[in-house]
């Protein structure tokens, strides 16, 4: 049972600015590995869907709990000699294998946060521990998921977590993105469908910023899956394989020269 009451802040909601959004959103398209730009398009298009789902978050009793461990997660994330010390198969080791791969750290996602340049300090201490964990689990999302971090892959994680968390800006990114995939891809693709599809596991999953993840990094990654009822895409692989049938890669195709997938 929650032991605080957390209440509606009218005077923390923002008002939507679609046409800065849609700049910034540009930028993005043009660079998909300018993060800063994602940050840019949620604050402008939010509003008060932060606040909500921090009220729901809050006054859960996993939340609470979370609240009372005043855990910063970045640290944790980034103590890659721990989580390679991790059973083979569990969660911290695919984490730390993803994180290397793609090389990418926690502190570096907090560092693009900065560069964003928003004051994301919302006056509450509990309100800006809970944005943490929002930003702080983010790839871990794509380990959960296996969404990878081409573009269609960071559209479907995004529209995954919009089912979970809300926010217009979030799934405007979601589907603006895929609209532009959808155009280096092959006809017939099911690229809508990849978010679509992300957003419906989305909902049925639980979400991972409500649990302890010092109790879920050295289960088995299957075992976390099953105990957060995440099930795998289809879509997503479905259009890789199409792409990859007519010579398209996939991390191509847009915001970035082709890489090996």
């Known amino acids: 049972m929650t032991q605080k009451t957390y209440h509606h802040k009218p005077e923390l909601k923002q008002r939507r600015r679609p046409i800065k959004a849609f700049k910034h959103f540009r930028k993005l ?40 461990e005043r855990r910063y997660l970045p640290p944790l994330l980034d103590d890659h000699n721990w989580l390679r010390s991790l059973p083979d198969g569990s969660l911290g080791r695919a984490y730390v294998e993803f994180m290397s791969r793609e090389g990418l750290t926690a502190q570096g996602l907090v560092d693009e ?22 930003r702080d689990t983010h790839d871990m999302l794509h380990v959960l998921t296996g969404f990878g971090r081409d573009a269609l892959g960071e559209a479907s994680v995004l529209g995954y977590s919009y089912a979970q968390h809300g926010g217009p800006g979030v799934i405007f990114i979601a589907y603006g993105a895929a609209w532009e995939v959808r155009k280096s891809a092959p006809k017939g693709a099911p690229v809508l469908k990849s ?40 879509k997503y692989h479905e259009v890789h394989a199409m792409m990859r049938d007519n010579g398209i890669d996939p991390y191509g195709v847009i915001g970035a020269e082709p890489v090996a997938a």
């Open 29 to 68: 398209i043009a660079n998909k590995e300018d993060t800063s730009q994602v940050f840019k398009v949620i604050e402008a298009l939010n509003g008060d869907s932060f606040q909500k789902s921090f009220l729901k978050f809050a006054n859960s009793e996993r939340g609470q709990q979370r609240l009372a």
């Open 113 to 134: 946060y900065a560069t964003s340049e928003i004051d994301r300090d919302f006056g509450d201490e509990d309100m800006n521990l809970y944005g943490d964990r929002l």
């Open 195 to 234: 978010i679509h599809e992300a957003r419906r596991i989305g909902k049925a999953a639980q979400d991972i910023v409500y649990h302890d993840l010092m109790e879920l990094l050295p289960m088995q990654l299957d075992a976390v899956r099953e105990k957060l009822g995440i099930e795998m895409p289809t």
